[in-house]
């Protein structure tokens, strides 16, 4: 029983973890947040980053060798790619009227 309610702290202490920024976070960071995501994968995700530029998409994290469809679906509502999230949705562009 006493194994079940540690489980328990243990798995709700990740279920609120605060979403990580995979453009602005350090390698241990990365892997204490993220699940399935160990400290060399966090390190390639870093390294990956500072090659080739911030990370646009979550489909951007598979381009980092060892990281696949089935990490990032694990692992979707926890990462972000900027500090500011938006709330706002995106305004709709007019459409312009054709003259006759």
Do not use: C, H, W
């Not at 453009?23 to 080739?52: F, H, M, P």
């Not at 381009?63 to 990462?79: E, L, P, R």
């Amino acid at each position: 029983m006493k194994i079940f309610i540690i489980l328990l702290a243990l798995f709700s202490i990740n279920a609120y973890a605060k979403p990580v920024n995979v453009n602005t976070a350090d390698a241990k960071n990365l892997a204490e947040s993220l699940n399935g995501i160990g400290q060399k994968k966090a390190e390639d995700i870093v390294l990956y980053r500072t090659k080739n530029g911030a990370y646009k998409t979550l489909n951007d994290l598979t381009n980092v060798n060892g990281i696949g469809q089935k990490t990032i679906d694990k692992n979707a509502t926890d990462i972000i790619f900027s500090d500011v999230q938006s709330s706002k949705k995106p305004k709709k562009e007019k459409k312009e009227k054709k003259s006759k």
